[in-house]
T-cell receptor
Framework: DTEVTQTPKHLVMGMTNKKSLKCEQH?????MYWYKQKAKKPPELMFV???????INESVPSRFSPECPNSSLLNLHLHALQPEDSALYLC?????????????FGNGTRLTVT | GEDVEQSLFLSVREGDSSVINCTYT??????LYWYKQEPGAGLQLLTY?????DMKQDQRLTVLLNKKDKHLSLRIADTQTGDSAIYFC???????????FGAGTILRVKS
């Protein structure tokens, strides 16, 4: 069982909808990540939060808006998405702050934009 | 920029050993990781190796690192049908928190 929990597991939304993806970890990790993964491709980094501050934004379109309310929670707010945004969205966490801090992934939210 | 490459597909018979290969370009790599992804699931951390090590063994898994050639391999002994999955190698970039993933190797185990 993964120690990083993501909800919902599946999400179907229209291009005018607003929805949020949620991620939670209770390992005391201080870094949290959003990745996007298309079928048969490796994960692509979107955002990194370190100690609840956004430290990396990989030039992600503004229709994706991350939020880190506290060190255990990470949200990804979605608005006006496009069909090409359909993918598996993975959350991960790590101890953060130093090397050899392996990432622990959740099982992802499979998003379909219609 | 940094690049990580893997062979795309490997098919083995149950009980045989599997060897998945990976090459990377970042000469300042500190840690290299292997992740497993089963259908419909996230990535599971299998093992990792520090760049000053040549080999690491963990039960059925053996990681070999040739730092001179920037070549990493994962050997799975006595491969089982449950090992069928996509295997990603990943390089920890000089920025620490950022991983660079290879394209993934699909391992198919035939019974």
């Amino acid at each position: 069982d993964t120690e990083v929990t993501q909800t919902p597991k599946h999400l179907v939304m229209g291009m005018t909808n607003k929805k949020s993806l949620k991620c939670e970890q209770h390992m005391g990790h201080r870094a949290m990540y959003w990745y996007k993964q298309k079928a048969k491709k490796p994960p692509e980094l979107m955002f990194v939060y370190s100690y609840e501050k956004l430290s990396i934004n990989e030039s992600v379109p503004s229709r994706f808006s991350p939020e880190c309310p506290n060190s255990s929670l990470l949200n990804l707010h979605l608005h006006a998405l496009q069909p090409e945004d359909s993918a598996l969205y993975l959350c991960a966490s790590s101890q953060g702050g130093h090397y050899n801090s392996p990432l622990h992934f959740g099982n992802g939210t499979r998003l379909t934009v219609t | 920029g940094e690049d990580v490459e893997q062979s795309l597909f490997l098919s083995v018979r149950e009980g045989d050993s599997s060897v998945i290969n990976c090459t990377y370009t970042d000469s300042s790599s500190t840690y290299l990781y292997w992740y497993k992804q089963e259908p419909g699931a996230g990535l599971q951390l299998l093992t990792y190796i520090f760049s000053n090590m040549d080999m690491k063994q963990d039960q059925r898994l053996t990681v070999l690192l040739n730092k001179k050639d920037k070549h990493l391999s994962l050997r799975i002994a006595d491969t089982q049908t449950g090992d069928s999955a996509i295997y990603f190698c990943a390089d920890e970039s000089e920025y620490g928190n950022k991983l660079v993933f290879g394209a993934g190797t699909i391992l198919r185990v035939k019974s």
